[in-house]
C-alpha cells in the first residue's frame, strides 16, 4: 500500500534568503522530477515551486523510498547547497495531513496573499510537469486532480478573492508614497515575464514620461513595451537605463542579483541622488538586499509587498472560513475514497485468502471422514465459514470503521499485509482514476 | 496687554487646538471619517476662538498703530492663527495627512507662549517702520520655518515608514516628494525673510540704538541664534547644488534649523539679558 509524504518550505517557515537558494524554475524543476524518478523508479512524486514555497510531494510503498532524509538530501544536492541552510525550514507532513495541506494550498488559503488565483495555475503546472514525466500514478493523479477542483471551487464559490489587493498595487501605493507626479518619472522594466507584465500595467495607469523594458530578448521587450506604449531598451545598456530610471521593477530568472549595491553606489551621482523605487519581484532576487540599505533608495521584494497584501484579510475572514469548511469537507472525501480504494481489496483478499485455507483443510478433513452425509457436509462448511468470519469480523470492523490516510489506519494495513502475507498477492494499481465525483480541472487559468 | 476674559479665551483655543490634534492622532488607531470632521471642526474652532482674541484685542487697544504685532500677545497668537490656516488651507486645497500632528503643537505653544510672554510692555521704538519691517520679516521667516520644520519632522516619519516597509492604519503623510518640495519652498521663503529680518534688525539697532543689546550686540544670545539659523538654512538651500545633501539631511536641518528659531525667541524674552531685556517686543528686536 501507499503512504503520502510532503517534504517542504514556504513563506511561513523560511525567509526569502532561504527560498531562493531552494527554488526551481520551470526547467529546473522538470529536471528535478526527472532526476528523482530516476533515483526512486517505485515512487510518485511531484514538485511544486513558486516564489512562495517549495514543495516535494511523494508517494510511495510503507517504508519505500524516498524517505524524508533522502529528499533533504536530494534538494541539497540538486542545488549545491548545504542541507543545514534550509533543512531547518522544512515541515513534513504526512498521508491525510498532505491531502489537507495540498487542498488549502490550492485553495490559496495557505498563500501570504489569501484569495490569489495564481497558485492554481501554478499547481496545475507543477501536476502536468510530473505527470508528463511519470511521476504521478495511482495516488498523485486522482490528489492532484481533486486539489485542482477544490482550489476552482474555493475560488469562484466563496468571496475569498473579493476585494483582494494585488501586489501590483501595493507597488503603486508605494510609489505615491515617494513620488508626488509620474509625469516626469521614468519606470523600467527589468524582465518581460508575466509578474513584470502584471506590475507594469498598473505603472502604465500612472502615466509615466518613459516607460522602459530591458530584457535579454529583445523581441520579449518589444512585446511588452508594446503593449503600454513603451520602448524596449538593450539589456546591455542597462547601468545607463537605471540612471534614467526612478521606478525599476526587475522580474528576470538570474540566479544571481543582477544590480548590486556597489553598482548603485557607483550610479547614485549620476542619478544626482535622487529617491529611487527598486521592486523586485524576482525569485532569486535579482537585487542585492544591501541597495535597500542606500540613502533615497527605497527596496521592496515580493515578501514585503504580500506581506501588506495579506494585512487586508482581515475583512475577508467569512470567505476563509467558508474556504476553510470546503477544504475540510474535500479532504474527508478524498479520504474516504482513499479508504475505500486501499481496504476492500485488502479486506477482499484477506477474506478470500482464510476462506481458501478454511475450505482447503475442510476439504482434507472430509477426506479422513466416511460415511459423511450431505447435509453434514453442508454443516461442516457453514461452520469453517462462520468461523473464519468470527475470527475475520473484529480486525476488518475496526479497519472499516477507522478513517482513511490516517497513520494508524495506515499501520493497521501495513501490519495486516505483513502478518497475512498479502503482500504478494497486491498488484500496484496504475489507474489514475481519482475519488468519487472527480472533477476534471482544466478551467480557466490565471 | 491681555484682559482676564481675553486669556480665558485663548485658553479655549488651546483646548480647541489639543482636542483636535487628539482626534486627528487617534485616526493612527481607528481611521474614521467621524474622527477627521470632528478634528477638523476642533481646528476651524480654535481658529475662530484665536481670531477672535487677536481682533478684540487690537479693538481695544486704547492708543498705538494699528501694526498687528504691537505686542508678544499679539505676535504669538498672529504666528498660531497663520499657522493654523495655513495647515486648514493645505488640508481644503490639497490634504496632506499628518500635517496637523506636527503643526498643531507648534499652534499650541504659540498660544501658551502669547499667554506667558503676553504681559510684557512694548517698547517705545516698537512704532518705527525699520522696525515693523523687521519684525514682519522675522515672524514671517520663523512662520516658513515652522512650517519647514513641520514638513521635515514629517519626511522623517513618511521615511522611516517606508523603510519599515509597513502600511501603518491612519492617514497618509504625503510623498516624499512633495514634503522634500514643501521644506524647500518654505526654507527658501523663510530664508529670504530671515535675512532681510537680520538687516533691518541691524538697521534698527544703528539707527536708533534702542534695542538693549548693548555695545555687544554681536555676542548676545538672540543675534548668535538668528546667524546660526540662517546659516543652517543656507545649508539646507545649498542641497540643489550638491544633491547628495537631500532627503534625510535637509530634513532634519531644517528641524535643527527651527529649533534654533525657537532657541531664538526663548532667548529673547526668558534669558536673562539675551536680546530683549525680559520683556521686550515680539521675540525678534
Request: neutral net charge.
Given at each position: 500500500m501507499q503512504r503520502l509524504l510532503l517534504l517542504g518550505l514556504n513563506h511561513a517557515t523560511a525567509p526569502l534568503e532561504v527560498r531562493e537558494k531552494v527554488a526551481f524554475s520551470a526547467d529546473g524543476r522538470d529536471r528535478a522530477v526527472e532526476a528523482l524518478r530516476a533515483r526512486f523508479p517505485e515512487a510518485e512524486v511531484t514538485l511544486l515551486s513558486t516564489c512562495n514555497r517549495v514543495e516535494l510531494y511523494a508517494a510511495r510503498q510503507t517504508h519505500g523510498h524516498p524517505?524524508?532524509?533522502?529528499?533533504?538530501?536530494?534538494?541539497?544536492?540538486?542545488?549545491?547547497?548545504?542541507?543545514?541552510?534550509?533543512?531547518?525550514?522544512?515541515?513534513?507532513?504526512?498521508?491525510?495531513?498532505?491531502?489537507?495541506?495540498?487542498?488549502?494550498?490550492?485553495?490559496?488559503?495557505?498563500?501570504?496573499?489569501?484569495?490569489?488565483?495564481?497558485?492554481?495555475?501554478?499547481?496545475?503546472?507543477?501536476?502536468?510537469?510530473?505527470?508528463?514525466?511519470?511521476?504521478?500514478?495511482?495516488?498523485?493523479?486522482?490528489?492532484?486532480?481533486?486539489?485542482?477542483?477544490?482550489?476552482?471551487?474555493?475560488?469562484?464559490?466563496?468571496?475569498?478573492?473579493?476585494?483582494?489587493?494585488?501586489?501590483?498595487?501595493?507597488?503603486?501605493?508605494?510609489?505615491?508614497?515617494?513620488?508626488?507626479?509620474?509625469?516626469?518619472?521614468?519606470?523600467?522594466?527589468?524582465?518581460?515575464?508575466?509578474?513584470?507584465?502584471?506590475?507594469?500595467?498598473?505603472?502604465?495607469?500612472?502615466?509615466?514620461?518613459?516607460?522602459?523594458?530591458?530584457?535579454?530578448?529583445?523581441?520579449?521587450?518589444?512585446?511588452?513595451?508594446?503593449?503600454?506604449?513603451?520602448?524596449?531598451?538593450?539589456?546591455?545598456?542597462?547601468?545607463?537605463?537605471?540612471?534614467?530610471?526612478?521606478?525599476?521593477?526587475?522580474?528576470?530568472?538570474?540566479?544571481?542579483?543582477?544590480?548590486?549595491?556597489?553598482?548603485?553606489?557607483?550610479?547614485?551621482?549620476?542619478?544626482?541622488?535622487?529617491?529611487?523605487?527598486?521592486?523586485?519581484?524576482?525569485?532569486?532576487?535579482?537585487?542585492?538586499?544591501?541597495?535597500?540599505?542606500?540613502?533615497?533608495?527605497?527596496?521592496?521584494?515580493?515578501?514585503?509587498?504580500?506581506?501588506?497584501?495579506?494585512?487586508?484579510?482581515?475583512?475577508?475572514?467569512?470567505?476563509?472560513?467558508?474556504?476553510?469548511?470546503?477544504?475540510?469537507?474535500?479532504?474527508?472525501?478524498?479520504?474516504?475514497?482513499?479508504?475505500?480504494?486501499?481496504?476492500?481489496?485488502?479486506?477482499?483478499?484477506?477474506?478470500?485468502?482464510?476462506?481458501?485455507?478454511?475450505?482447503?483443510?475442510?476439504?482434507?478433513?472430509?477426506?479422513?471422514?466416511?460415511?459423511?452425509?450431505?447435509?453434514?457436509?453442508?454443516?461442516?462448511?457453514?461452520?469453517?465459514?462462520?468461523?473464519?468470519?468470527?475470527?475475520?469480523?473484529?480486525?476488518?470492523?475496526?479497519?472499516?470503521?477507522?478513517?482513511?490516510?490516517?497513520?494508524?489506519?495506515?499501520?493497521?494495513?501495513?501490519?495486516?499485509?505483513?502478518?497475512?502475507?498479502l503482500e504478494d498477492q497486491q498488484q500496484r494499481g496504475q489507474q489514475t482514476d481519482g475519488p468519487p465525483d472527480p472533477e476534471d480541472d482544466r478551467g480557466p487559468g490565471e | 496687554m491681555p484682559t482676564i476674559h481675553q486669556l480665558v479665551l485663548v485658553s479655549l483655543a488651546i483646548l480647541l487646538f489639543a482636542v483636535g490634534l487628539g482626534l486627528s492622532v487617534a485616526r493612527l488607531r481607528i481611521d474614521r471619517e467621524g474622527l477627521r470632521i470632528a478634528s477638523k471642526a476642533c481646528v476651524w474652532s480654535g481658529l475662530t476662538a484665536a481670531l477672535a482674541v487677536l481682533v478684540w484685542h487690537t479693538a481695544a487697544r486704547p492708543t498705538g498703530s494699528w501694526l498687528p504685532l504691537e505686542d508678544n500677545f499679539e505676535a504669538f497668537i498672529w504666528l498660531?492663527?497663520?499657522?493654523?490656516?495655513?495647515?486648514?488651507?493645505?488640508?481644503?486645497?490639497?490634504?496632506?495627512?499628518?500635517?496637523?500632528?506636527?503643526?498643531?503643537?507648534?499652534?499650541?505653544?504659540?498660544?501658551?507662549?502669547?499667554?506667558?510672554?503676553?504681559?510684557?510692555?512694548?517698547?517705545?521704538?516698537?512704532?518705527?517702520?525699520?522696525?515693523?519691517?523687521?519684525?514682519?520679516?522675522?515672524?514671517?521667516?520663523?512662520?516658513?520655518?515652522?512650517?519647514?520644520?513641520?514638513?521635515?519632522?514629517?519626511y522623517l516619519l513618511a521615511n522611516r515608514r517606508l523603510r519599515s516597509k509597513a502600511l501603518p492604519h491612519g492617514p497618509k503623510l504625503g510623498s516624499l516628494e512633495r514634503l522634500e518640495r514643501i521644506t524647500f519652498a518654505s526654507v527658501t521663503l523663510g530664508f529670504a525673510l530671515l535675512t532681510v529680518g537680520l538687516i533691518t534688525g541691524w538697521v534698527v539697532l544703528k539707527l536708533d540704538g534702542q534695542t538693549g543689546l548693548g555695545a555687544h550686540w554681536y555676542k548676545s544670545p538672540k543675534v548668535v541664534l538668528a546667524v546660526a539659523a540662517w546659516v543652517v538654512y543656507a545649508v539646507v538651500l545649498h542641497a540643489p547644488i550638491n544633491p547628495s545633501f537631500r532627503g534625510r539631511k535637509v530634513a532634519l536641518l531644517s528641524i535643527f534649523g527651527f529649533v534654533l528659531m525657537v532657541g531664538t525667541l526663548v532667548a529673547v524674552n526668558l534669558v536673562p539679558g539675551g536680546g530683549g531685556g525680559g520683556g521686550g517686543n515680539g521675540g525678534s528686536h
Open positions: 524517505r524524508p532524509e533522502e529528499m533533504i538530501e536530494f534538494l541539497a544536492q540538486f542545488h549545491g547547497v548545504d542541507a543545514g541552510v534550509f533543512a531547518r525550514h522544512l515541515y513534513q507532513k504526512h498521508d491525510r495531513d498532505v491531502v489537507a495541506h495540498l487542498f488549502t494550498v490550492a485553495s490559496s488559503l495557505d498563500s501570504m496573499v489569501l484569495g490569489e488565483t495564481q497558485i492554481l495555475g501554478q499547481v496545475r503546472e507543477a501536476y502536468d510537469a510530473a505527470r508528463e514525466r511519470g511521476g504521478t500514478a495511482a495516488l498523485l493523479n486522482p490528489l492532484f486532480q481533486r486539489a485542482l477542483a477544490v482550489g476552482k471551487e474555493v475560488l469562484s464559490t466563496t468571496a475569498i478573492g473579493e476585494g483582494r489587493v494585488s501586489v501590483a498595487s501595493v507597488a503603486v501605493d508605494y510609489a505615491r508614497r515617494i513620488f508626488d507626479s509620474f509625469s516626469d518619472k521614468v519606470v523600467l522594466s527589468i524582465g518581460a515575464g508575466k509578474m513584470a507584465s502584471l506590475v507594469l500595467q498598473s505603472f502604465a495607469q500612472l502615466s509615466p514620461r518613459r516607460l522602459l523594458v530591458c530584457n535579454r530578448s529583445a523581441d520579449k521587450a518589444a512585446e511588452l513595451a508594446g503593449r503600454f506604449r513603451g520602448e524596449a531598451v538593450p539589456f546591455d545598456d542597462l547601468s545607463d537605463h537605471l540612471t534614467a530610471a526612478d521606478i525599476v521593477v526587475s522580474s528576470t530568472g538570474a540566479s544571481q542579483p543582477i544590480i548590486t549595491a556597489r553598482q548603485v553606489t557607483a550610479l547614485r551621482k549620476a542619478m544626482r541622488y535622487r529617491p529611487i523605487f527598486l521592486i523586485d519581484i524576482a525569485l532569486p532576487r535579482d537585487v542585492e538586499p544591501a541597495v535597500g540599505d542606500l540613502e533615497n533608495v527605497y527596496l521592496y521584494n515580493i515578501d514585503d509587498l504580500q506581506q501588506v497584501v495579506a494585512g487586508t484579510m482581515d475583512q475577508r475572514k467569512d470567505a476563509v472560513d467558508a474556504a476553510r469548511g470546503i477544504v475540510a469537507r474535500h479532504v474527508d472525501g478524498f479520504a474516504a475514497w482513499q479508504r475505500a480504494r486501499e481496504m476492500g481489496p485488502m479486506i477482499d483478499r484477506l477474506s478470500k485468502r482464510y476462506h481458501q485455507l478454511a475450505a482447503e483443510e475442510l476439504v482434507r478433513t472430509l477426506n479422513k471422514m466416511q460415511g459423511i452425509s450431505d447435509t453434514e457436509k453442508s454443516h461442516l462448511e457453514e461452520l469453517t465459514r462462520r468461523i473464519v468470519n468470527k475470527l475475520l469480523h473484529d480486525p476488518i470492523s475496526m479497519l472499516r470503521k477507522s478513517e482513511g490516510l490516517h497513520g494508524a489506519t495506515t499501520q493497521y494495513l501495513h501490519a495486516l499485509e505483513r502478518l497475512f502475507h | 498660531a492663527v497663520l499657522l493654523a490656516g495655513f495647515v486648514l488651507y493645505v488640508q481644503r486645497t490639497r490634504p496632506l495627512g499628518g500635517l496637523d500632528w506636527f503643526v498643531l503643537p507648534i499652534v499650541i505653544v504659540m498660544l501658551v507662549a502669547a499667554m506667558v510672554l503676553g504681559k510684557a510692555k512694548p517698547k517705545e521704538y516698537v512704532g518705527t517702520t525699520w522696525y515693523w519691517i523687521h519684525l514682519v520679516s522675522v515672524f514671517g521667516g520663523a512662520l516658513a520655518f515652522a512650517i519647514a520644520g513641520a514638513a521635515g519632522a514629517m
